[in-house]
C-alpha cells in the first residue's frame, strides 16, 4: 500500500483501510459512535459522464425524444419514491466535481479545477491556471468520507475514484476516509468494460498503467460487465457493512457511462439494429452500446436496491441518485433521434461535457428512501415527499453539508473548513428555500475538442439568469435560462446592467474563493477575468 511507513498522523491513521473499520468506535472526542438505526444509511449513486436526458426519467418540463431512448426502469421508481430535481449542477468534468462533493469547495477554492492523473502531468490542452492542484485531493485534508467514518459510519468506496493522482496518497480512497475500496485509483476511465479483456489489464498482469482497473483480479477472463462486477462487490460489501453493526456510506460511484464506448451484452439487443422511439432514424451502433450502458448502470441501481431491502434496511437507507458532469457529445457519438450529430447529445440543451453551456453541467438529480415508510423515525426527521419535484437549484458541493447533515456529522466540519456549497435538506422534503441563491462555475482550461463553449471559462447562475465570461477570445454572455433553456439567444447587448452587476458579482465571489485565473499559452501572461465595458 502507498501508506508512509513512518510516523502516522491521526488522519493517515484513521484513514488506513483495515484500521478505520477497527477504530470506528471511536469519533472525534471520543464519544461513542452512533449505533446502527440511531443515523440512516446513506447511498450516493454517482453516474460518470451522465447527461441530464440519458435516462427514461424527465427532468425538463416535457419528455423527450432521449427520455423515450433511455431505459432507466429503476430510476423511475426511484423517482417514484422520492424528489426528482430538474435543476441541478455539477462541475463540467470528473476530478473538480469529485472534489468539490468530498469537501464542500467550489473548484475556485480546492483548485483540482480540471481532471487529474499524474501529479506534474497539466492535462489542460491550451490555455489552463500556471499552479492548478494537479495533483488532486489528498489524504491530510478534510473530506466528506473520513467526517463520516469518524462519525461512526461503515464507508464504502466503489468505483471510480478520480480523486488524488498517481502515485500520491489521495489516489487511494483508504487514505481518503474509506474503509473499503473496491476498484479505484488515480484514473478516470476504464481500459475496458469487459472482464474478457481484464478491464483494461494486460494477460498476467496484476494492473496495468494507466487505464487497467484495480482490484477485480477474480472477474479477469470472465464474460462479466464492469457495472456488474462492481455491483457484486459492493453487494457484499453492503454484508460487510450490516456485519459490522454500522450504518453505511455507500459512495457507488460507476465507471459507466464515460468512455471507452461499449456495449453491455445484457442490454444491447434492446436497442441494436433498431429505431429511435417514434422517429424512423435508426440508431448507429455506438449510441445502441451507450443506451446498454446506461441500462446497465441502471440496473446496478436496481440490484443495490433490492440488496439493501433483502438486509431489511430499506426504510432505513437514503439514496441520492446524480452524475459527476453533463452527458458527453464533443466526440465519440452518433446521430442522435433528431438526425443530428455532435454537440446535440443533449438536446433542447446546448453542447455537452466540458463545455460552458448547460450541456456541460447539468445533471439528473433524484434523493429517496429505498423504502418509504411515514412512520419510521428516521424518516419522519427526513419526510421526502414520494413522486415530488424541486426546482430549487442544486450543485455538486452541496452533497457534503447535506451527506453530513443526514448523517448527523454536520457539525464536526473544522471551523478552518468554510464551506460553499449548502445543506439542502429542507429542499429534499419539499421547500424551495432559495431559488436566487448564485451557482458558480470555474473551468479555466482548454478541454478537449473546438466547440461551442469548451473555451475556458467561468459562469454564474442567479435564479433564471446565467452569465459566462470566456477567457478567449474575451467575451461575456447572458442568457434567460428560464425562457431559453438552449442558450440560443445571448442577451449581453441588450441587458447591459444586468450584465456588468452579475460579472462584477461573479468576479469578486471568485477572487473570495481564491479563483487562478488560466494563462495565455502563446505569452505566459495570466489571463485575468476583465468586467465588461459599460457604454456611459
Ligand atoms: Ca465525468
Redesign the pocket.
Known sequence: MMRNTGTMNRRDFLGACSLGFALGVLSRGGAAAPKTKERPNIILFLV??MGWQDTSVAFWTEETLFNRHYRTPNMERLAHMGVRFTHAYAHA??SPTRTSIMTGWNPARHRVTNWTLNPDQDTSRGWGPRNWKKEGLQADEVTLAQLLQVAGYFTIHCGKAHWGARGTGGEDPCRLGFDVNIAGHAA?APGSYQGLDNFGNAEGDEHTLPWGVPGLDHYHGEDIDLSDALTQEAIAALDKAAASGKPFYLYMSHYAV?TPIQPHNRFIENYRGQQYPDTEIEIPPVEAQYASMVEGMDASLGAVLAKVEALGEAESTLVIFTS??GGLSAHARGTTPYGTGLNTHNRPLRAG?GSAYEGGTRVPFIAAWAQPARDNRLQAELPVEAGSVSVQPFISEDLFPTVLGIGGALDSVPATHPLDGQDMRRCLIGVEADLERPLYFHYPHTWGPPGPGYEPHSAMRVGDWKIIYFYIPQRWELYNIAEDIGETHDLAEEETQRLARMASKLRDDLVEMGAQWPVDNETGEESPMRLPELES
Do not use: P, S, Y
Request: aromatic share 0%.
Open positions: 460518470d459522464d468534468v470528473c478516470g464515460h459527476d458532469n461535457k
